[in-house]
């Protein structure tokens, strides 16, 4: 039941196919790995458009923002999947 009330809510607040924006917080040298995560977890359901980041003030940890453009609410739901289950994330949203 939590998978369908996520559902609602992305197609509720989002129009797919459109633009999306994953927000990701990672150690530093974990950038690419991240992006390349993202993608490889869309499989051809959504492109990269932009990646901005922001390191911590200490510079332990990087806020990255990962604009795309997304096929489906299922995909972004895949995506948070794949990244919930890497060790280099420290959250995502």
Do not use: C, N
């Not at 196919?17 to 790995?33: S, Y």
């Not at 959504?46 to 604009?67: C, M, N, Q, W």
């Amino acid at each position: 039941m939590e998978r369908e009330a996520s559902l609602e809510l992305l197609r509720t607040h989002h129009q797919f196919p459109g633009p999306f924006e994953f927000r990701v917080v990672v150690r530093p040298p974990d950038r690419q790995t991240i992006v390349s995560a993202v993608v490889a977890a869309g499989e051809g359901q959504l492109v990269v458009a932009e990646v901005t980041d922001r390191p911590s003030g200490k510079g332990t940890y990087v806020s990255l923002r990962i604009a795309a453009h997304v096929h489906s609410a299922e995909t972004v739901l895949v995506v948070w999947d794949a990244l919930k289950g890497m060790p280099e994330v420290i959250f995502a949203l």
